[in-house]
Every structure is written in structure tokens, then in C-alpha cells.
């Protein structure tokens, strides 16, 4: 039974930072495809940033060059760096993995999703 656990999120000011950790438990990611997700409210799930096995990245444009993905494989953690913050970063995020190998922002490609975080950005 594969189980990701999100946290770390929680209130913050614009221009603030946080990070988020996402758990992995069920299998073993060092083969395997991972990503970040948010859901702002009233809106569309969209995807953040993705890691692959080689520790390939890429994001958003929407957070590239404040939001930074990484992984810990022996710890089976994916992290999520949040800095510069902005009111319009408020969403639940999400963390999900595939068994696949590939670089994706696009939900519906991965299998597997936590329960989400919540990130609030006050200005």
C-alpha cells in the first residue's frame, strides 16, 4: 500500500518561505517519478514542479527561480522549498508519485497523491 503524508505547510507573509516534506511509504522513489501539485481555492488542481529518478527538475513558470524540489531517497522524502512567498501561492498542495519515469506537470500522469498541505500567504 503506497501512502505519501505532506507537511510543513501552514501561514505565512508574502515574501516569507516555507518547506514542504511529503513522506513516502509503500515503496521505494529512487526509481521513480515524483511531483508537487497545488490547489488554489476555487480553482483547478495545476502542477508545480516534478523530480525524476536522476534528480532532473522542472517547474512552473509561475515559481521558477523561488521554489526549489528535492528528494532524500534514504530518507524515501520529497521536499518542497518555498521562498519569496506570494498571496497568490495559497493553495492545498499536493505531492504525488508514479512508478513510470518521466518529468510531468500534468496531474493525471501520476498514480499515486497524499492528502495535502495547506499553504496560506497573507499579504
Known amino acids: 500500500q503506497v501512502q505519501l503524508v505532506e507537511s510543513g505547510g501552514g501561514s505565512v507573509q508574502a515574501g516569507g518561505s516555507l518547506r514542504l516534506s511529503c513522506a513516502v511509504y509503500g515503496y521505494s522513489f529512487s526509481s521513480r517519478s515524483m511531483g508537487w501539485f497545488r490547489e488554489p481555492p476555487g480553482k483547478e488542481r495545476e502542477g508545480v514542479a516534478s523530480i525524476d529518478s536522476d534528480s532532473r527538475t522542472t517547474y512552473a513558470n509561475s515559481v521558477k527561480g523561488r521554489f526549489t524540489i528535492s528528494k532524500d531517497s534514504a530518507k524515501n522524502t520529497l521536499y518542497l522549498q518555498m521562498h519569496s512567498l506570494k498571496p497568490e501561492d495559497t493553495a492545498m498542495y499536493y505531492c504525488?508519485?508514479?512508478?513510470?519515469?518521466?518529468?510531468?506537470?500534468?496531474?493525471?500522469?501520476?498514480?499515486?497523491w497524499g492528502q495535502g498541505t495547506r499553504v496560506t500567504v497573507s499579504s
Open positions: 504525488a508519485a508514479d512508478e513510470r519515469e518521466f518529468l510531468s506537470l500534468f496531474r493525471y500522469d501520476y498514480k499515486y
